[in-house]
């Protein structure tokens, strides 16, 4: 059985018609072609498909397309704009923290959760942030350094804005 959804996804108004157990993660893929997000364990565990969903960090494999319905979805498609990197891509490469880049997408996408939330977030708040996002790669101590700098980074970007 398929259910007609409509779901904001980096901006743009999308509408499909999806069955009613295919993931957001299956969705944003499969049918929009988004492939950021990525499926690693396809159980809660590992954060490389975390999207933002209505403004809170998500795992997509657990959320059904249909449970999206009428909300809005940032995907790490979104972050950049204007051929720019975000604040926090650029960081992940400045520090280092992007290395087989499978949990990048995901790891971003819980830096920018945290972002929206708390703009100014101490070393305890990022890592409790984070802490549902697996890396094989890096120790983690490039990502904690990336999101620091993109957060000192944004906070600078908005006062030249004043
Ligand atoms: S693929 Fe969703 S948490 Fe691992
Ligand atoms: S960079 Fe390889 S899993 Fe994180």
């Known amino acids: 059985m398929e259910q007609l959804i409509h779901i904001t996804v980096n901006g743009t108004k999308e509408e499909a018609r999806v069955p009613a157990g295919m993931t957001l993660l299956e969705f944003l893929r499969e049918r929009l072609y988004l492939t950021g997000a990525k499926e690693g364990c396809g159980s809660g565990e590992c954060g490389a498909c975390t999207v933002i ?47 087989c880049g499978f949990c990048t997408p995901g790891m971003i996408m819980s830096a920018r959760a945290l972002l929206m939330r708390n703009p100014h977030p101490n070393d305890d708040e990022i890592l409790e942030a984070m802490s549902g996002n697996l890396c094989r790669c890096t120790g983690y101590e490039p990502i904690l350094a990336a999101v620091r700098r993109a957060a000192q980074q944004e906070s600078e970007d908005v006062q030249d804005e004043r």
């Open 53 to 99: 969903l209505d403004g809170k960090a998500v795992t997509s494999c657990l959320v059904l397309a249909v449970e999206a319905d009428g909300k809005e979805v940032w995907t790490v498609e979104g972050e950049a704009s204007d051929g720019k990197l975000s604040a926090i891509q650029q960081a992940f490469i400045d520090e280092g923290a992007v290395q």
